[in-house]
């Protein structure tokens, strides 16, 4: 009930059942209702049979006694007033059994000592709640579909929104239908174009410039290697080695936000083991705790390169890393380290471009501050998120979730 549509249906509800019902009402109380056309109908019948029997006093439909049931008083009080109208008032006594149900017996008095028995079946009330039910069912259907079509506009806008693929760019809308939603199409179509525009020429400026950067790069790694001091030759080519590494990673970073790299069924498990061994014959401290059997549908080469950013960032940082791999609905890798940690005031920042914990991590380890950032952004593209927060026993836990499927086709590194 807290949607606009919901309270735009159930306001027009109310008010045309509202309207309905007040006509209703007048018209029961300014016209003669059916309830006492049918009164004065069986008035009349009893009326006609009270003459005939006084014409035949002897006929063998009279009795001595009226009928012996349960009064009806109000049934009773009815058909009086109905015979008074028609000019012909009679002593009518209305009784009956509760084991009859709705029938009714008219006891009429013919004569000082004879009564005639008529069996009625006396008009019920109308069925006011069932029409008001009737009415109620109808205009609420109208009502829905009158707030459907109403909030089209919005509808859209909510489904564009949900649709934001990965990388922030919406789909193409079809610009059809009423004027509003044809309009509201346009501007979003608009938005998107507009959008796409901007991030294309951010990832352009990036990849640009890390690609410029590559060649003043050499020049100065060819010129470092003629300085005389070997201490200060080796600082300068330090220097140089961090700024390629950053230019490099740069690049990447706008590939994998711009490169659609096709998906296929891939067993994360496996995955994970393979990158693991490899780790270990470079030397770097990585072990796979546990595993269950899992897929998941990625691309093979990009989420391999997640994988071992996440790996070596637990191995370097966090000194010696630990894998579990989990399955279900949801594919769940947790990497686990040994490390210092991150600060709780900066633990949010961790995924941004460049980003550095002084305090959590050892600036004399080289990198370029764009692992998490290229990781989470790989994951992401295939409905994936990552998660990164402190261990109450120290160190730092990588939890990685991606959409399980069922296992179709077998794929591994």
């Not at 050499?218 to 950053?246: G, H, S, Y």
């Not at 692992?371 to 990685?400: F, Y």
Request: include cysteine; charge should be neutral.
């Amino acid at each position: 009930m807290q949607t606009l549509r919901a309270k735009f249906a159930l306001l027009l509800i109310v008010s045309i059942v509202s309207v309905i019902a007040l006509i209703t009402l007048a018209m029961m109380y300014v016209f003669t209702t059916p309830k006492s056309i049918e009164v004065d109908l069986i008035a009349k019948q009893l009326v006609t049979m009270e003459r005939l029997a006084r014409r035949n006093p002897a006929a063998d439909v009279l009795v001595q006694h009226p009928h012996p049931g349960v009064p009806d008083t109000k049934q009773t009080d009815l058909l009086r007033a109905a015979t008074e109208r028609l000019g012909a008032a009679l002593d009518v006594v209305v009784t009956y059994r509760p084991d009859y149900g709705s029938l009714r017996t008219a006891s009429v008095r013919v004569g000082p000592h004879s009564w005639l028995l008529v069996e009625i079946d006396p008009p019920s009330d109308p069925e006011l709640w069932l029409w008001l039910g009737l009415i109620t069912a109808g205009v609420g259907s109208v009502a829905v579909f009158a707030a459907n079509r109403m909030m089209k506009p919005l509808t859209l806008l909510e489904s564009a929104v949900e649709s934001v693929s990965p990388d922030g760019t919406l789909p193409t809308l079809a610009e059809k239908g009423p004027a509003e939603v044809r309009a509201t199409a346009a501007a979003i179509n608009a938005l998107s174009s507009r959008l796409k525009r901007a991030i294309e020429s951010r990832m352009r400026l990036v990849a640009a410039a890390g690609h410029d950067l590559r060649t003043p790069l050499t020049r100065m790694r060819l010129r470092a290697e003629f300085v005389a001091d070997d201490k200060e030759r080796a600082l300068w080519l330090k220097d140089i080695d961090e700024l390629q590494r950053i230019a490099h990673s740069a690049i990447q970073l706008v590939h994998e936000e711009t490169t659609k790299t096709p998906v296929e069924p891939i067993q994360l498990d496996e995955l994970v083991r393979n990158i693991a061994a490899e780790l270990r014959e470079q030397k770097f401290q990585i072990e796979v705790e546990s595993t269950c059997e899992v897929y998941v549908k990625a691309g093979l080469l990009p989420l391999s390169r997640a994988l071992r950013n996440l790996f070596i960032n637990a191995a370097t940082h966090g000194g010696r890393g630990s894998i579990t791999v989990s399955g279900g609905s949801t594919a769940r890798i947790t990497i686990s380290d040994q490390g210092p940690g991150i600060s709780a005031e900066v633990l949010d920042q961790v995924f941004e471009p460049f980003f550095r914990a002084d305090r959590a991590r050892n600036q004399k380890i080289p990198g370029a501050g764009l692992g998490l950032t290229i990781s989470r952004e790989i994951i992401r593209k295939v409905d994936g998120d990552i998660r990164i927060a402190n261990r109450p026993e120290g160190g730092l836990v990588q939890v990685v979730e991606l959409p399980a499927i069922a296992a179709n086709t077998r794929t591994v590194a």
